[in-house]
């Protein structure tokens, strides 16, 4: 079992759409943080929250850290092309030590 | 520099060969991690390195071994390795494995075993 789930695992929509990506878990996080992966290379840290509650902006995207720092959401507006990518959230256990990974969701947009 | 380097990018090896990875950060990082990945799928922890000592072994087979030479230099030796060892092996680093654990990867080394 993940410990952190994402939704949805694909996604396919055209440019100048909005998308809401989840990620989910039943373990509270000290942290958690955004990736995104295009075919080819490495991640690329996006945004890391703290806070229960926390929303954070970067240009079109927004990201979101629950109250209870146990899920977070990332919301694109106006999705471009350059936004195609496998979009990875990844949290820091409260405990301090453990390091995961969410399930990813892979994202192509569409001209 | 804010880079992680990985060297080569791409690496085709048989069964029987002996080959490393490389990885190199000039960020003053004391954590460094080696991930093994597939297609669309989330990067796999394989081993961390905390101040240059092992410290996470995610019970990875022996035919993977790494080498921490010094803070900035992170090995992968490779020996043996089966087709389904086939994958994009990212190295990453991070300030230290603590609180915030924002960690910055390389480009990956795409490693195909024949």
């Known amino acids: 079992t993940q410990l952190l789930e994402q939704s949805p695992q694909f996604l396919s929509i055209q440019e100048g759409e909005n998308l809401t990506v989840y990620c989910n878990s039943s373990?509270?996080?000290?942290?958690l943080q955004w990736y995104r992966q295009e075919p080819g290379e490495g991640p690329v840290l996006l945004v890391t929250?703290?806070?229960?509650?926390e929303v954070k902006k970067l240009k079109r995207l927004t990201f979101q850290f629950g109250d209870a720092r146990k899920d977070s959401s990332l919301h694109i507006t106006a999705a471009q092309t350059g936004d195609t990518g496998l979009y990875l959230c990844?949290?820091?256990?409260?405990?301090?030590?453990?390091?995961?990974f969410g399930t990813g969701t892979s994202l192509t947009v569409i001209p | 520099d804010t880079e992680v380097t990985q060297t080569p990018k791409h690496l085709v090896m048989g069964m029987t060969n002996k080959k490393s990875l490389k990885c190199e950060q000039h960020?003053?990082?004391?954590?460094m991690y080696w991930y093994k990945q597939k297609a669309k799928k989330p990067p796999e922890l394989m081993f961390v390195?905390?101040?240059?000592?092992?410290?996470i072994n995610e019970s990875v087979p022996s035919r993977f071994s790494p080498e921490c030479p010094n803070s900035s230099l992170l090995n992968l030796h490779l020996h043996a390795l089966q087709p389904e060892d086939s994958a994009l092996y990212l190295c990453?680093?991070?300030?230290?494995?603590?609180?915030?654990?924002?960690?910055?990867f390389g480009p990956g080394t795409r490693l195909t075993v024949l």
């Open positions: 990453a680093s991070s300030q230290d494995p603590g609180r915030l654990n924002e960690q910055f």
């Open positions: 373990s509270v996080f000290s942290s």
């Open positions: 929250v703290v806070t229960g509650g």
């Open positions: 990844a949290g820091l256990t409260n405990t301090g030590n453990q390091f995961y």
């Open positions: 960020m003053g990082h004391r954590a």
């Open positions: 390195y905390s101040y240059e000592k092992l410290s």
